[in-house]
């Protein structure tokens, strides 16, 4: 996977990050390299440099408005095998983190 953009946002979509948190919102080329079908939204995880899991928003209706605004794909969508989907994901993440790493979470997912 490469990433496009990421930007900290305090309101996505007229919606304010949990308490204690900002929205991190990563726009990605992810390539499916698995013989089966992929969903991003299960195959990769944002964790910081101290190995703390930052899951990603799970509001589909936040995640499909984001994905119309930026013009791409939400993680839910299908990827096929041998395909490249550009995908957007949010996450709230903890104020003061500042070292933040993609991860997948398979072995055949390149993100």
Not at 6 to 25: I, K, N, Y
Not at 27 to 42: G, K
Not at 51 to 68: E, W
């Amino acid at each position: 996977m490469s990433v496009a953009s990421a930007e900290w946002l305090a309101t996505v979509v007229d919606r304010g990050a949990p308490a204690g948190s900002m929205w991190v919102v990563i726009v990605m080329d992810v390539t499916n390299q698995a013989h089966i079908v992929a969903l991003p939204a299960e195959t990769i995880d944002l964790v910081d440099d101290l190995g703390r899991h930052y899951p990603m928003s799970q509001d589909r209706q936040l995640l499909l408005t984001v994905a119309r605004d930026y013009g791409v794909q939400h993680p839910y969508e299908v990827i096929m095998p041998g395909d490249t989907m550009e995908v957007v994901m949010v996450f709230p993440v903890s104020l003061g983190v500042s070292n933040l790493a993609l991860v997948s979470a398979e072995s055949d997912c390149a993100a």
